[in-house]
């Protein structure tokens, strides 16, 4: 029982440069997240999916694209990467009223 | 600005002690969740207390929540050094499905 997988672990981008963080839970879960923490800070929600085939906006979406492929599966894709970027991204999945389980992160350093 | 603030920011006291972190909110919460975060690393759930709880307890964790004021309050007893952490409060809005996060308070137990 894997839980929350993030992939990649760790990424640098040049400025400009798109890239798709992946994350897949094994759960069950109807809800997925997509946080950024920078350092020192909280975490902050980028995107979210109450369930599948819907999405909705977080506190911070600008620069960010996400897709709900399945169940199990949500992506955060960067299109045009940018320094302000730069952080440490968790995926999230939850059902109904309960709590998180998260990933294990992903480190983006864009350049 | 985030749903949930916390304070202090940072506190250090010494073994043995009991820490006490407060976390108010702005919004109507279907429930109030604490979180532990050790050096960076993925969030782990500690406690969920429910809008219609008033206390919960999980071992050296006792979680109040006032919605009146609308704030809650972490306590940990007889605190170890392993407790150093970063700790976290979110809040599930909008029908529970969004969870959000305050910016934590820093936790350092000196031995």
């Known amino acids: 029982n894997a839980g929350v997988t993030q992939t990649p672990k760790f990424q640098v981008l040049k400025t400009g440069q798109s890239m798709t963080l992946q994350c897949a839970q094994d759960m069950n879960h109807n809800s997925m997240y997509w946080y950024r923490q920078d350092p020192g800070m909280g975490l902050r929600l980028i995107y979210y999916s109450a369930s599948e085939g819907t999405t909705d906006k977080g506190e911070v979406p600008n620069g960010y694209n996400v897709s709900r492929l399945n169940k199990r599966e949500f992506s955060l894709r960067l299109e045009s990467a940018a320094p302000s970027q730069t952080s440490v991204y968790f995926c999230?999945?939850?059902?109904?009223?309960?709590?998180?389980?998260f990933g294990q992160g992903t480190r983006l350093t864009v350049v | 600005s985030q749903q949930g603030e916390e304070d202090p920011q940072a506190l250090s006291i010494q073994e043995g002690e009991n820490a006490t972190m407060n976390c108010s909110y702005k919004?109507?919460?279907?429930?109030l969740q604490w979180y532990r975060q050790n050096s960076g690393r993925g969030l782990v759930h500690l406690i969920l207390?429910?809008?219609?709880?008033r206390e919960k307890h999980s071992g050296r964790l006792r979680v109040t929540l006032d919605t009146s004021k609308k704030s809650s309050s972490l306590l940990i007893t007889a605190s170890r050094a392993a407790d150093t952490a970063s700790y976290f409060c979110?809040?599930?809005?909008?029908?529970?499905?969004?969870?959000?996060f305050g910016q934590g308070t820093r936790l350092t137990i000196n031995p």
């Open positions: 919004t109507s919460i279907n429930n």
């Open positions: 207390i429910r809008s219609n709880e």
């Open positions: 979110a809040t599930a809005i909008q029908g529970a499905q969004k969870l959000v």
């Open positions: 999230a999945s939850k059902a109904y009223a309960t709590e998180a389980f």
